[in-house]
C-alpha cells in the first residue's frame, strides 16, 4: 500500500461532512414593508440570526468568517427563490438584520455579483437578477440549487455534464502516461476499496472525488481542467449529505479499477467504455442517457 494511502485511510474522520442534506436548509420568507418607498424590500424579521450554524453545515462557502457566512447565507435565500427576481437588496438592512459591518455586506455582495446572483447600478441599487444571469457553472451555486427546489433538475443537468466530460477525460488520459497520476489513480481505488469494507462512506466519497479529479488532470487538457470543480460539486451533491457517490458499491469500485487497468494499457476505448459504465452506477444518469453496449 502507499504512502498516500495509508494516510488516507488512517485520518480522523469529522462525523460532519459539512454538507447540508435535502429539506435541511433553513428559508427565510420575506414580507412587503408598509409603504410605498418599500414595496418589494424584503424583510428580515423571524429569519435565523445564527450565521455560524449555516456556515459550518456548508461546504460551498468559498469565504471566511461572517463574510463567507453571509454570502452562504443570501446565495441560498436567493437560489431558493425567498429573495425572487428584481428584488432589491438594502445593504442597511442586510447589516442590521444579520449584524454584521457595511464591510462585511459591500464584500458579500461583490461575491453574489460576481456570480451574477446580483447587480449594483448606481440610482438603481442591488437588485436580484433572474435565473438566465445566473453562472450555474459555479461550485456554490450547484450547492444551492442541488439542496433547494431546484435539486431534481440540478442533479439531472449534472448527470449529463458528466457524461460528456468524463468519458472524454478518461480516453484522452489513457494516451498520457503519466505514472504519478495513474499510481495516484490506483491508491483512490485502494481506498475505496478498504472502506467499503469498513462501512466508511465518508472516506469513500473523498477517494472518489480524488479519484476523478485526478482523471481530468491526466487528460492533459486545460480546458478540461476548468471544469474539474463542476465534476467536484456533482459527487459531492449527488447523493447527500455525507457521501458524494449514490451509493458506495462493490460495482461502483470494479469500474474505477477497470477504468485505472485501462488507463494502465494504455488502451483509450475501454477507459472510455469503462467511465460509461461508472456513470451508469449513478441513478441520476441512467434517467438521461442510455446505457452503454457491451462489444
Known amino acids: 500500500m502507499s504512502t498516500l494511502a495509508h494516510t488516507m485511510m488512517t485520518a480522523s474522520r469529522p462525523a460532519d461532512s459539512g454538507l447540508a442534506g435535502p429539506g435541511e436548509l433553513d428559508r427565510y420568507p420575506y414580507a412587503e414593508a408598509p409603504g410605498a418607498d418599500r414595496v418589494g424590500v424584503p424583510s428580515w424579521e423571524g429569519a435565523d440570526t445564527d450565521l455560524g450554524r449555516m456556515g459550518r453545515r456548508s461546504a460551498g462557502s468559498r469565504g471566511r468568517g461572517l463574510h463567507g457566512q453571509l454570502v452562504q447565507q443570501l446565495g441560498q435565500m436567493i437560489v431558493s427563490g425567498d429573495l425572487g427576481a428584481d428584488r432589491p437588496l438594502v445593504p442597511e438592512e442586510i447589516g442590521q438584520r444579520f449584524e454584521v459591518s457595511r464591510t462585511v455586506v459591500r464584500e ?9 446572483l446580483v447587480s449594483a ?3 438603481v441599487g442591488t437588485r436580484v437578477r433572474p435565473v438566465s444571469d445566473w453562472n450555474l457553472l459555479d461550485p456554490d451555486i450547484i450547492e444551492w440549487r442541488a439542496f433547494g427546489p431546484q435539486r431534481d433538475d440540478q442533479r439531472r443537468e449534472l448527470g449529463e455534464l458528466r457524461w460528456m466530460i468524463e468519458p472524454l477525460a ?9 505514472e504519478d497520476l495513474q499510481q495516484r489513480l490506483g491508491d483512490m481505488v485502494e481506498i475505496m476499496g478498504h472502506a467499503l469494507t469498513q462501512g466508511d462512506s465518508l472516506t ?9 479529479a485526478l482523471l481530468i488532470q491526466l487528460a492533459g487538457n486545460r480546458m478540461l481542467e476548468h471544469l474539474s470543480g463542476i465534476v467536484s460539486a456533482a459527487l459531492q451533491v449527488s447523493g447527500g449529505p455525507v457521501t458524494g457517490c449514490d451509493r458506495p458499491t462493490e460495482a461502483a469500485l470494479v469500474h474505477h479499477s477497470r477504468t485505472v487497468d485501462a488507463l494502465a494499457a494504455g488502451d483509450a476505448p475501454a477507459a472510455e467504455a469503462a467511465m460509461r459504465q461508472l456513470l451508469t452506477v449513478h441513478p441520476e444518469v441512467e ?4 446505457a452503454p453496449r457491451e462489444h
Not at 108 to 116: D, F, I, Q, T
Not at 170 to 178: K, P
Open 204 to 212: 469513500f466519497s473523498r477517494a472518489d472525488a480524488e479519484f476523478h
Open 170 to 178: 478518461a480516453r484522452l488520459a489513457a494516451g498520457h502516461g503519466r
Open 287 to 290: 434517467r438521461v442517457v442510455p
Open 121 to 123: 447600478r448606481p440610482n
Open 108 to 116: 458579500s455582495l461583490r461575491v453574489l455579483e460576481a456570480k451574477g
